[in-house]
Structure formats: structure tokens, C-alpha cells
């Protein structure tokens, strides 16, 4: 009998590209899942979107000088396309910033108000008397009270996870100036999660089956106390409140976003024609509800969307399980899209194979612990596992078959060997299922790949090569057999890398769609030809990884002395730069300086450059090459400064192989994203820009956070 599975996957914010550590802490598993139950004909609603009204999108915004909603249009169509090409298969992703949403987010913000678990009260907050405004907790930073460390938000800190009150942190400043901000009195509403806490204690302790951190998480708040939650803050972005006299408030992102999982299931079905279609899901008390989160937004789904779920309409389903997943790490350190560490989804889609990242995603799985991304153990299983075990066996199969055979042959007399096969195929499939259905992806995909290691014992054991010269009749039951396996294997496989797996069964000859689990166990069309094989996947080196992922494997980065300073001839604000680059030679940079240096205080000046960018005419003038400056949000732009160092060396970042061999457009180098620290130092993904001489610094100072470009 089938289930009905709803599957609601975290929210990514939309002001910035998606990093692997996303689509390992929820996107990846949530879509396992989803493909998984599919396949066992169950009735699966999988949905999510960009989450577009946080103060992370207005603190983008002021960086890059421009709207929100400009901003949210950006990366809600990358966000999209990238999910699509990593093989994401949401039912519906949509955005927090759709009329739909508002329009149920405020009905629940209603129902609330009116069941009395929605309440006015005047409280304290920091405002900043420069920027003339109330600050919302991502506008503060501070030293976190829990771990102390510096640059900890003021609604959580990123180092140790702890969800904070903002007047909980010391030290405290105001992100957009740097200035201290006041205590003001403003009025907000607020939800009343305590109302919630007997009822929420009761319902959880049924959920013994939930992962330990899950379980953890949330006994901690329960164990601390429920306190109600401001549900409005200060700002003009976001879902406004449904009441006349608050223009100047909008509801809370914590509220907005938890509920984007029922305004999208309502989408969903409008889209289908069908209104109420979201109701079997919702509705329904067989249903099973399911949500993919990395495990910082734990509370917020184990205690807050089911405290407004209850209050808002019993009827509905409360989360099933919450199989959150730890972090991903990259050398240690957990990736952060807000201070740039990361591998960038879009740069690794363009370099490699989808089902290449998904197959390491899906091994190296952070379910119970952090686990990291490392390049050697990316090509390391890459090469030896997908391309060595699984790949080898599905291509000498296919390749011998198809040489020797060209269809696929008939099954003759069993071995006890063939049997075992038979049954192999059986009990992985067991074991898989099981594996699966508890969440236990890295464990299923480990059950599968056994199954591809015993093909290959299997093949090399037979020895079809000796075989069609002596036995061609045996041979063929041998190749029949392989290819039982082979066809397992691309149903298992499917959920992990679903693209191979659409291949593999096409090679197969199957004319039908590959849609059901128990098509593993279809018998094979006797005489039906396959095509001719190709491999599935090919290998990558460690060269490949660091020139198609690290900017830096790309950039030229050399110190050079500023000659002579002209006038651009055709251009107000530009100014013509001859320098000296050392063993590199001479040559013209266009720069536009003028409304921040004087002639003479570049003349003479040791700056870093581009080396080996494209010649480009800039108003009638050519500049082989850019200069490297840093921005901050008052437009003040400071050169970066090397030292004391000669024209022509080269500038690079500690452990990160070098190679000048590519030629890169202007473009391209804005993606790198280099910043400004409080040592007025720069740093990419929180490692130091060096020369042989130490560490690069700015000319004069500017914000912490400034951008280079």
C-alpha cells in the first residue's frame, strides 16, 4: 500500500549563490528521499523556495547599492536553474516574495492574533542614531556569550549554532557603520510559544525515532523554558502586517519562512487545477510529513512551525521526523555564505558531473557529524568507486555484450554462483529500502556499491573472455546475469545519481521510463539490442579541481610600481597608469581613481594587479590588466597595499596550488570575492593574501566587510 510523503526542505536565502555545504545538510538528502519514494509508488509533495525577506537581503542590498527585490530576482532565477541542473526535484520551488505567500502568511498572522497566541508589547531596542533607524538583529554583531567569538549575529552565532537574544551579545555594534548603537522603546507583536509548551512536550516525546541532535536541539529549548517570540520587527522589507498603523513594520523572516512550506503546498495545487489538492497531504492523518535542514534551523522546526501549526488549525500534520544533518566542512572550517567559505554550487556544476558531486555528497554525508569536502578524497572516490568499482563493471558488461552479442542473450542453466547473483540483487534491494526509508542514505549507497563490487567479482570470476571461445551458450547466461545486475544496480543508483541512471537504462534498450523500484527485477528482453556502450564517468586529477573550482588557480596576481599617472583623454573620473610589473615588462592600466587619489599620491606606489587578463579598450584607451582596490558602503576605495616589495612578484594564498595557464574576462574576477577584515587585512575564504613579504593590507582604511574588486 502506498504512503503520502511530504517533504519540506529549508528555505536558502536569496542574496548569494548556494555552496555544497546547503546541498549536503538538506537539499541532496531531501531529494534522495523524494526520488527514493517515488520509485516505491508512494505519493510524494516536495517543496521549497527563496527565502527573499530577510535582513541578509537588505544588508546585500546596501552592499551592492541597489533594491531587494533586485537582489531577490538574481539569485531566486540561479537558485532555480541550479537546483534543476544538480537534479533537485522539487515539486514546486517558489519564492517568499510571491503575492500567494503574503497573502497566507497573513491569514495565519490573523488566525493567530485571533486565538489569542499573537499579542502587542512595547520593548526595548537597539537603534543607531547615525543611520537614523531601528536595527534588526542581523544589523547587530557582537562577541557571542556562549563561545566568545567575535562577529556573532544578533539572532545566532555562527561558531557554536546558539540561537541568541540580541542583548545577549557583548560588545556590540552596528554592521552598517560600525557605530554603537542605543536602547530605544519600540512596539512589536509577539507569538506565545510558551502557550505551547505542555502540548509540544507531549507530542515529542513520541518522536523517539528522531536522530540524536534533532532530539538534542530541541529537549535543550524545552529544558530552558519556551519564551514567547517577537513575530514584527523594524523595517520596510518583507510580508507586511495585516493591520492598519504598522507601515513601518513587516513580519518577522522566522515566521514568513517556516510557513512558505504550507503557502507552497497551497501553490502547488492551485498550479494543478486543483485548490484543495494540498489537503492530502495537510489533511490527511496517514500522511507523513518529513523536513531536510542543516542542523542550526533544528528549533525552528521541532518546536516553532509545530507551535503555529497547533495554533493556527489543528487539523494540520505536524512534522513526522526531522532528519537533520550536520555540517559540511571545507578544511575544518563550516561553510558560510556569509563569510565566503565555500565551494560555490554554480562554479562546480559548470566543472564537473552532477552525479560525480552527488555520489561524494552522498558517501561522505554529514547525517550524524561534520564531515569535510577535501579534493583529494572528492577524486580519490570519484576515480576509485564511481569510476573504478561501479563504472567498470557496468561498462565491461555492457562493452563485452554488446561486442560479442550485440542484444541481449538468453539465460540458460543456473550455477549456484548465478543463484547467489540472483539473490544478491534481492537482499540489496531489501537492505537498501530499509536504509532509505530510515533516512540512512550514506549507509543505502554503501549497500548498492557492495552490490557493484560483487558484480565485478562475479564477472572476473566467470571469465566471459575465456568463455565465448569455448562456451559460447554459458557465456551468454554469464552476460544474462551481469546484466540483471547492471539493471539493479541503475534502479538503486537512481535516487544517488539519477542522471548515469537514466543513461545506464537507456543502454539497456528499455523503451519505458525508468519509474519503479521493482523495475530492477523486469526480465530482460531477450534478444533485445543495447546500444553502444559509453562510459558513465570519467575520472578527474587534483589539477582539474583546483583550475575549475578556486579562482585563484586562474588569476595572475603580480605586485607592480606605479610610473607615470595621465589623464584619461576621453573620460572624467579615469585615470592612465603606466607600470612597471617586473619580469613581465611594462605596461598601460585604465583605473578609474580620480575621485579618490591625487596624481601624485599614486605616483610611485607599489599596487597588486591582474597579470593575465584580456586587453581591454576602456574608452578609446587599452589596459592590459586591473588593479585591485577595496569599496566599502560609503563608496570610500583604498588600493591594496604589498609593501615593501619588487615589481613582478607574484601574490598568492597559503595551500592553494597556483596556475596562470587561463585567460580570464574581466567578468569573471568579480566572483572572487575578496574582503576587508577588522585588521584592515585581506582575506579570501578566511585565508590571508600574501606576498613573499607577509600578508596584503589596504592603502587607508575602510569598513570591515569592504569588497575588493
Known sequence: MSETIFIGVAWPYANGSLHLGHVAGCYLPADIFARFNRLQGNKVLMVSGSDEHGTPITITADQKKTTPQAIVDIFNKEHTQNMKQFGISFDLFTRTSTDHHKLVVQDIFKTLLKNNYIYKQEVENYYCEKCKKFLPDRYIEGVCPHCH??????????????????????????????????????????????????????????????????QKFTYNWLKEGLHDRAITRDMQWGVPIPLEGYDDKRIYVWFDAVSGYFTASKLWAKNQGKPDAWKLWWKNPEAKHYYFLAKDNIPFHSIIWPSILMGYDEDLNLPYDIPANEYLCLKGEQFSKSRCVGIWLPDIIEAFDPDAVRYYLSINMPETKDSNWLWPDFIAKNNDELVGTYGNFVHRVLTFTYNNFGDIPKCGTLTDMDTEARRRIKETSKSVIASLSNCSFKKGLREVMSLAQFGNVYFDQQQPWALIKTDRDRC????????????????????????????????????????????AFNDLNVGQSIEKPKPLFTKVSLEECMMETDPFSKLDLRTAKIMKVSDHPNADKLYVLDVDVGALGKRTLVAGLKNHYQKQELEGKTIVIVANLKPAKLRGVESKG???????????????????????????????PKDVSNILEFDDFMQVKMIVDSKQEISYNNQKIQTDQGTITVDKPVEVGAEVH
Open 149 to 214: 567569538k567575535e562577529a556573532a549575529r544578533g539572532d545566532q552565532c555562527d561558531h557554536c549554532g546558539t540561537l541568541l537574544d540580541v542583548f545577549e551579545l557583548e560588545q556590540v555594534v552596528c554592521k552598517l557603520c560600525g557605530g554603537t548603537p542605543i536602547v530605544k522603546t519600540t512596539e512589536h507583536f509577539f507569538f506565545s510559544l510558551s502557550s505551547f509548551e505542555t502540548r509540544l512536550l507531549d507530542w515529542i516525546q513520541q518522536k523517539e525515532y528522531w536522530k540524536p541532535n534533532v
Open 476 to 519: 551468454g547466461t554469464v552476460l544474462h546475469i551481469c546484466l540483471e545486475l547492471v539493471q539493479a544496480l541503475a534502479v538503486f543508483m537512481a535516487p544517488f545519481i539519477p542522471f548515469s541512471s537514466k543513461r545506464l537504462w537507456e543502454l539497456l534498450g528499455h523503451k519505458k521510463n525508468l519509474t519503479s523500484w521493482d523495475q
Open 626 to 656: 586591473m588593479l585591485l582596490a577595496a569599496e566599502d558602503t560609503k563608496g570610500v576605495v583604498s588600493l591594496l597595499k604589498p609593501g615593501e616589495v619588487k615589481p613582478g612578484e607574484s601574490v598568492t594564498i597559503k595551500g592553494i
